[in-house]
């Protein structure tokens, strides 16, 4: 439907259309004559667009350096999972009690569609043990909750746990925004003892401090580590005495014990076209007690002896099992991004808090996404994916132009859009947000556009100036002739983003990075290249006449 019909000599007919015409005539003309007496003063001293250039493209260096890096937002999944760990040793039916309690209040949020529990496993740090649980909540529709953000429903589970429930720890955490990078959004990494020179319980004290310096630190919303010392077990002590004297080695004594609680595999056998796996172990009621060493014997020459000649049972304390990464005793912990910092700020906090507890003989190591964010963190990976873009316009104008200079008319000017990419992404920091993958994707593709639209100045001065028209004539016409579809392409492009920057629901965080990298790289670029454009070009297009040999067209 066309809003603004062509006059066609009847004056008597003046509708809506007639008087956005006059309206949209007159705010061009004046912006255009304003545009043309301002670009005529400035065209004339080129050192004003050297000066810019060299202010914004520190203050763009600036920005970039300082920004928060990381390798994709987390995104509101419409889907939760809470771990909740109780004291070592808890029994079955009093962490059941607990989920019971917490699976009654989360079925009460408005924000909640349907909640399971799966009762003597973590899923967020893949142990198994009778004082942990996990949650999994599936919220509604995104039309259909009080809160858009799912971190509200996160913060509401955590204050009722915290109130409610002080005999469990309760973490609300999302799945990874990319599957298969660890079990959950949480930042995890494990503390490794490099040298060995510390025993098992020097080692937790100190990782235990870590925590705890940790979790006081404003850039984390939590740590935690699933990994104790005070796990009840049994302790086995082999007398290797009473083994020699028997004739017997340790070591069966220890297999034959372990084949019969923990099971071993004996072999293999087909039926049926499959193949099933023989194990034995003893039946549950004969290893549920501390008289069960008196059933399991041991051949020692032509007789059968009871285990308990050689070994002796008493109770202790101790971890659920010994963890290692990297074959280094390992104390696993667990921290998210407090509210407006995200997970480049909490590795700094880490790194600072690690020198501040351990010698440097300790060191830790990422797990997950954290890992790969950790490994691109001190590359250069970014700057030199932009530096290949402009390379690659480079060139191609170079062919373009058939010059090796007017082309840097229009590099130029990339700076200047670079520069208010990273500034319209500073906002997003507060909510946690760094420069992801898709501010960086939006740069990429902002970059072309930037470079698109001084094109449509460059190229037209060219014209002009091949028809014989002076340099500066060519750069001011080239400015006149081009204005309106410079700023109908840069509007449009704007225009659009702009349902992406406040929009809401499924991705709405990737969205609104993309879009606000590429309007405030459009919005501050455009702005700049009216100006610096021509008179850039009038710089390097006498450069390439100086240097340039005439080429004889026939």
Same mark, same amino acid.
């Given at each position: =439907?066309? $809003?603004?019909?062509?006059?066609?000599?009847?004056?008597?007919?003046?509708?809506?259309?007639?008087?956005? #015409?006059?309206? #949209?005539?007159?705010?061009?003309?004046?912006?255009?004559?304003?545009?043309?007496?301002?670009?005529?003063?400035?065209?004339?001293?080129?050192?004003?667009?050297?000066?810019?250039?060299?202010?914004?493209?520190?203050?763009?260096?600036?920005?970039?350096?300082?920004?928060?890096?990381?390798?994709?937002?987390?995104?509101?999944?419409?889907?939760?999972?809470?771990?909740?760990?109780?004291?070592?040793?808890?029994? *079955?039916?009093?962490?059941?009690?607990?989920?019971?309690?917490?699976?009654?209040?989360?079925?009460?949020?408005?924000?909640?569609?349907?909640?399971?529990?799966?009762?003597?496993?973590?899923? =967020?740090?893949?142990?198994?043990?009778?004082? #942990?649980?996990?949650? =999994?909540?599936?919220?509604?529709?995104?039309?259909?909750?009080?809160?858009?953000?799912?971190?509200?429903?996160?913060?509401?589970?955590? %204050?009722?746990?915290?109130?409610? /429930? !002080?005999?469990?720890?309760?973490?609300?955490?999302?799945?990874?925004?990319?599957?298969?990078?660890?079990?959950? +959004?949480?930042?995890?990494?494990?503390?490794?003892?490099?040298?060995?020179?510390?025993?098992?319980?020097?080692?937790?004290?100190?990782?235990?401090?870590?925590?705890?310096?940790?979790?006081?630190?404003?850039?984390?919303?939590?740590?935690?580590?699933?990994?104790?010392?005070?796990?009840?077990?049994?302790?086995?002590?082999?007398?290797?005495?009473?083994?020699?004297?028997?004739?017997?080695?340790?070591?069966?004594? /220890?297999?034959?014990?372990?084949?019969?609680?923990?099971?071993?595999?004996?072999?293999?056998?087909?039926?049926?076209?499959?193949?099933?796996?023989?194990?034995?172990?003893?039946?549950?009621?004969?290893?549920?007690?501390?008289?069960?060493?008196?059933?399991?014997?041991? !051949?020692?020459?032509?007789?059968?002896? !009871?285990? @308990?000649?050689?070994?002796?049972?008493? /109770?202790?304390?101790?971890?659920?099992?010994?963890?290692?990464?990297?074959?280094?005793?390992?104390?696993?912990?667990?921290?998210?991004?407090?509210?407006?910092?995200?997970?480049?700020?909490?590795?700094?906090?880490?790194?600072?808090?690690?020198?501040?507890?351990?010698?440097?003989?300790?060191?830790?190591?990422?797990?997950?996404?954290?890992? %790969?964010?950790?490994?691109?963190?001190?590359?250069?990976?970014?700057?030199?994916?932009?530096?290949?873009?402009? &390379? &690659?316009?480079?060139?191609?104008?170079?062919? &373009?132009?058939? +010059?090796?200079?007017?082309?840097?008319?229009?590099? $130029?000017?990339?700076?200047?859009? /670079?520069?208010?990419?990273?500034?319209?992404?500073?906002?997003?920091?507060?909510?946690?947000?760094?420069?992801?993958?898709?501010?960086?994707?939006?740069?990429? =593709?902002?970059?072309?556009?930037?470079?698109?639209?001084?094109?449509?100045?460059?190229?037209?001065?060219?014209?002009?100036?091949?028809?014989?028209?002076?340099? *500066?004539?060519?750069?001011?016409?080239?400015?006149?002739?081009?204005?309106? !579809?410079?700023?109908?392409?840069?509007? @449009?492009?704007?225009?659009?983003? $702009?349902? *992406?920057?406040?929009?809401?629901?499924?991705?709405?965080?990737?969205?609104?990075?993309?879009?606000?990298?590429?309007?405030?790289?459009?919005?501050?670029?455009?702005?700049? $290249?009216?100006?610096?454009?021509?008179?850039?070009?009038?710089?390097?297009?006498?450069?390439?006449?100086?240097?340039?040999?005439?080429?004889?067209?026939?």
């Amino acid at each position: =439907m066309l $809003l603004m019909k062509p006059n066609n000599g009847s004056e008597h007919k003046k509708g809506i259309g007639h008087y956005m #015409y006059v309206a #949209y005539s007159t705010s061009y003309n004046a912006l255009l004559d304003r545009y043309m007496k301002a670009i005529k003063r400035f065209i004339k001293k080129a050192s004003y667009a050297w000066i810019l250039l060299g202010v914004f493209c520190l203050l763009a260096g600036l920005l970039v350096m300082r920004s928060k890096s990381e390798l994709v937002p987390q995104e509101d999944q419409g889907f939760l999972l809470v771990n909740i760990m109780l004291a070592p040793g808890t029994y *079955l039916n009093e962490t059941e009690a607990t989920v019971l309690q917490l699976e009654d209040y989360i079925k009460s949020l408005d924000e909640v569609e349907t909640v399971g529990a799966l009762t003597g496993y973590s899923m =967020m740090e893949d142990v198994t043990s009778t004082n #942990y649980a996990t949650l =999994m909540v599936r919220l509604k529709n995104w039309s259909e909750r009080a809160f858009f953000s799912i971190a509200n429903v996160q913060e509401e589970i955590t %204050e009722w746990a915290t109130i409610n /429930l !002080p005999q469990a720890d309760v973490t609300a955490f999302q799945m990874p925004q990319i599957p298969g990078y660890g079990n959950g +959004s949480d930042i995890s990494f494990s503390l490794q003892d490099l040298s060995r020179s510390f025993d098992k319980h020097e080692f937790v004290a100190m990782g235990e401090k870590f925590v705890e310096k940790l979790a006081q630190r404003p850039e984390t919303e939590f740590a935690s580590s699933t990994y104790s010392t005070d796990f009840p077990k049994y302790r086995l002590d082999v007398d290797e005495i009473a083994c020699k004297r028997m004739g017997i080695s340790p070591k069966t004594v /220890l297999q034959t014990i372990g084949t019969f609680l923990a099971g071993d595999y004996i072999g293999s056998y087909v039926q049926y076209n499959n193949v099933y796996r023989v194990m034995v172990q003893a039946g549950k009621e004969y290893r549920m007690s501390e008289a069960m060493l008196n059933n399991i014997f041991v !051949p020692v020459g032509d007789h059968m002896v !009871p285990v @308990t000649q050689f070994v002796s049972m008493r /109770l202790d304390t101790g971890s659920a099992m010994d963890l290692h990464f990297n074959l280094f005793p390992s104390y696993p912990v667990s921290t998210l991004p407090a509210p407006g910092y995200t997970s480049d700020d909490v590795r700094k906090a880490v790194d600072e808090v690690k020198k501040e507890v351990f010698p440097e003989t300790f060191g830790y190591e990422y797990s997950g996404m954290a890992r %790969e964010e950790a490994e691109n963190a001190g590359s250069n990976e970014t700057l030199l994916i932009y530096g290949i873009c402009m &390379l &690659l316009i480079y060139l191609i104008m170079a062919c &373009l132009y058939d +010059s090796l200079f007017i082309p840097w008319a229009v590099m $130029l000017s990339i700076p200047f859009a /670079l520069f208010g990419a990273y500034l319209f992404i500073i906002p997003m920091e507060s909510m946690g947000v760094g420069a992801n993958v898709y501010v960086q994707t939006g740069i990429i =593709m902002m970059i072309g556009l930037v470079a698109k639209t001084a094109i449509l100045i460059t190229e037209f001065a060219v014209q002009k100036r091949k028809e014989g028209m002076s340099i *500066l004539d060519a750069a001011i016409g080239a400015c006149q002739d081009r204005l309106r !579809p410079i700023l109908m392409t840069v509007l @449009t492009m704007i225009l659009s983003m $702009l349902p *992406l920057a406040v929009g809401s629901g499924a991705g709405a965080v990737g969205n609104r990075s993309l879009a606000l990298a590429v309007i405030g790289g459009m919005t501050i670029g455009t702005i700049a $290249l009216l100006f610096v454009t021509p008179a850039f070009y009038m710089v390097f297009q006498k450069l390439h006449e100086k240097l340039t040999p005439e080429k004889d067209d026939e």
